[in-house]
């Protein structure tokens, strides 16, 4: 299993630095550290924004197994004064959540027709990172998207719509990744390393660019 992970690709170890912004204005910044080990991935992030005057900061940890599915994940974010922490414990087949927003852990199932969570944190970086790794591993159009924070699970699909202009930087050799589900989103990859050089998300008019 662990040959067919290197063979597919993953963003080899090292640091991963994006810029963020919001309706064309800068907002801040959001990085990624990728660490491995004989059994794991693991990916490290640290962001801070200032949006409509508001200073929000975030720190995350996203473990993967040799399959790339992800083990736990770890969040701390500050907004508004107020501190969150959130923690989620993984199998293959559910998921549960602890947090400072209740007092009780939350468990939560697969979707029908699906085989693989994501844990994708809403404006953070660490599974979006690692998606386009994932889907061509599994090889799978439809997954479980959880979001930690909000402990919901929704069905996340590759879209088959045609692909959209190349925006202006983005490498030759990069492929779309188009996304459908509660939050669409594309990202733009490296097709050799699978490292992302730009994320889109239209509902928030956020796009996060890597610095080179």
Known sequence: MLAGATTLGFPPPGA???????????????????KRSDSATEIDENSWATVMGMTLSAKAMLALGLDLSPTSYTG?????????????????????????????AHAVALVPDTHHFVVIEPGLLAGLFALPAQLALWNESTVTWLSPVTGSAQPLMKSAAAATARPSGVPAQDVELSLTGQTPATIWYDANSFIPDRIEIPSQNAVLTRVR
């Open 76 to 104: 701390n974010y500050r907004a508004a004064g107020q501190n969150v922490a959130v923690t989620v414990a993984l199998t293959p087949a559910s998921a549960t959540i602890t947090g400072t927003q209740s007092s009780s």
């Open 16 to 34: 991963y630095n994006y810029t963020a912004s919001m309706s064309g204005q800068p907002i801040g910044q959001w990085n990624v550290t990728v």
